[in-house]
């Protein structure tokens, strides 16, 4: 056990780690940046407590001449994410022999397809637009289609502004768009 005559007094009060430190107060502009810091850091905190970063769904519908389209979509996703797409196609009259479905090929650049669910029957391409044909559903006035998709790994951010159409006779009846923001 050490006795008191072994300390050493002259090391009392000097402390390595405080040793360089300076006797005035800090500066009006570190004080400042400091404050900028936390505040940003708060709001991102205050961001995420109330949902507002990372991915989410949007939906769109429109109605017209008898028919709705509801397309349910990836507002905002983010690469090797889920970004299903669902679309609901109600004809008040119904259905004729098929249900084609335009969007706009841009969208599926940079998507990894799982499956469509029905699977469509005919597939077309005419630049800027994919056409899907769907087989009319046996009994009812609607149809849902799904696309079980993600988005492809090593994607950089960007905004895709699709428009989705009900075709009838290759002419567009009902028509509505929407924008997916991918974050990076």
Not at 121 to 143: K, L, N, R, S
């Amino acid at each position: 056990m050490p006795d008191a005559s072994d300390t050493d007094v002259s090391l009392v009060g000097i402390d390595e780690t405080t040793a360089g430190l300076r006797d005035t107060p800090p500066r009006r502009r570190g004080r400042w940046f400091r404050r900028a810091g936390v505040a940003l850091l708060v709001l991102v905190v205050l961001l995420s407590a109330f949902d507002l970063l990372g991915p989410r769904q949007g939906d769109v519908t429109a109605q017209n001449g008898g028919y709705t389209l509801t397309v349910e979509y990836p507002q905002v996703t983010r690469a090797g994410q889920p970004a299903p797409l669902h679309v609901t196609v109600d004809a008040s009259m119904g259905f004729g022999d098929t249900v084609q479905v335009r969007f706009c090929d841009e969208f599926f650049n940079d998507l990894d397809f799982q499956n469509w669910y029905p699977n469509p029957a005919a597939e077309t391409t005419v630049p800027p637009w994919i056409i899907y044909e769907f087989d009319p559903p046996p009994t009812g006035t609607t149809i849902e289609i799904s696309l079980d998709a993600r988005v492809s790994p090593g994607q950089f951010g960007e905004t895709d502004d699709c428009q989705v159409s009900v075709l009838v006779e290759d002419e567009p009846v009902i028509s509505t768009s929407f924008t997916s923001w991918r974050m990076p």
